[in-house]
Nanobody
């Protein structure tokens, strides 16, 4: 059983930065370095939306247009962590952020089969 655990959420002001981390635990084995990783978010009353994804090699990254140029995803396969650096935060970035693992990096959340429990990010204006 592999678990993903997010951390780093909080309450910040518009323009601030936050760094989210997601760590894999349990029987990770070859799991972590073999899978693509993604970050999604869900605001109250809205559907879960894609934020960013990264290939298992870490050499290809993908972003939603709404965060491109402000957010950066990275991974450390040795430490079994994936990080989302969020800069120039806006109130519309407020949501619960989830990390997920899947077979390939994709904006479709249905591709991912392992999810963390989520971490709340609140950006005040």
């Amino acid at each position: 059983q592999v678990e993903l655990v997010e951390s780093g959420g909080g309450l910040v002001q518009a323009g601030d930065s936050l760094r989210l981390s997601c760590a894999a635990s349990g029987r990770t084995g070859q799991f972590f370095s073999s899978y693509a990783l993604g970050w999604f978010r869900q605001a109250p009353g809205k559907e879960r939306e894609f934020v960013a994804a990264i290939r298992w090699t870490g050499d290809s990254t993908y972003y939603a247009d709404s965060v491109k140029g402000r957010f950066a995803i990275s991974r450390d396969n040795t430490k079994k962590t994936v990080t989302l650096q969020m800069n120039s935060l806006k109130p519309e970035d407020t949501a619960v952020y989830y990390c997920a693992a899947g077979d390939w990096p994709d904006s479709n959340h249905r591709i991912y089969n392992t999810w963390g429990q989520g971490t709340q990010v609140t950006v005040s204006s």
